[in-house]
T-cell receptor, first 113, second 111 residues
Framework: DADVTQTPRNRITKTGKRIMLECSQT?????MYWYRQDPGLGLRLIYY???????NKGEISDGYSVSRQAQAKFSLSLESAIPNQTALYFC????????????FGSGTRLTVV | GESVGLHLPTLSVQEGDNSIINCAYS??????FIWYKQESGKGPQFIID?????DKRQGQRVTVLLNKTVKHLSLQIAATQPGDSAVYFC??????????FGGGTRLMVKP
């Protein structure tokens, strides 16, 4: 099994719908991150968490919310999806003390129509 | 080379040649740097890292060079293969030990 698992892998949803993207990890890491990637662009940070129930906004948090109820799980929600949220979403974890690189999931491709 | 912007720069190399991908980082206080490889439809994968007390580190077919004076990082891939075709990102740690990612460079390997 992958260290960082994202579900679903692909999703098409309608404008205005609420959608949740799930991320779970088996690495035992405290730090978890959600990134968005648009075609031909780099990674932009949406939200991050350093511990259970710790939530911090990234550079593009508007229109998104997250939940960290357990160390292994970090979910991202779009409360009312809009077409410009169509993108590839990545979850990542980071080792203890933050002195290591990130381990990324395989991504969720979200299309809002 | 690397740039932080809206369009991915592209490096095209012949199979078997060496590739050099460059990255300019922003924070002179950063002490840890990583190169990631992202293949189409997949998440970024760790390639190699380097700490600021080093200026060179070698892996299997890859070498990372760090020039702290000019805040420049490079990734060298020896004998580039078709499987090396991907987007490559550099990353630096920042305050709070979080990573800041560069915009990425697309490497295309011609057979």
């Amino acid at each position: 099994d992958a260290d960082v698992t994202q579900t679903p892998r692909n999703r098409i949803t309608k404008t205005g719908k609420r959608i949740m993207l799930e991320c779970s990890q088996t690495k035992g890491h405290d730090r978890m991150y959600w990134y968005r990637q648009d075609p031909g662009l780099g990674l932009r940070l949406i939200y991050y968490s350093f511990d259970v129930k710790d939530i911090n906004k990234g550079e593009i948090s508007d229109g998104y919310s997250v939940s960290r109820q357990a160390q292994a799980k970090f979910s991202l929600s779009l409360e009312s999806a809009i077409p410009n949220q169509t993108a590839l979403y990545f979850c990542a974890t980071q080792g203890p003390a933050g002195q290591d690189g990130y381990t990324f999931g395989s991504g969720t491709r979200l299309t809002v129509v | 080379g690397e740039s932080v912007g809206l369009h991915l720069p592209t490096l095209s190399v012949q199979e078997g040649d060496n590739s050099i991908i460059n990255c300019a980082y922003s924070n002179s206080a950063s002490d840890y740097f990583i190169w990631y490889k992202q293949e189409s439809g997949k998440g970024p994968q760790f390639i190699i890292d380097i700490r600021s007390n080093m200026d060179k580190r070698q892996g299997q077919r890859v070498t990372v060079l760090l020039n702290k004076t000019v805040k420049h990082l490079s990734l060298q891939i020896a004998a580039t293969q078709p499987g090396d075709s991907a987007v490559y990102f550099c990353a630096e740690n920042n305050a709070g030990n979080m990573l800041t990612f560069g915009g990425g460079t697309r490497l295309m390997v011609k057979p």
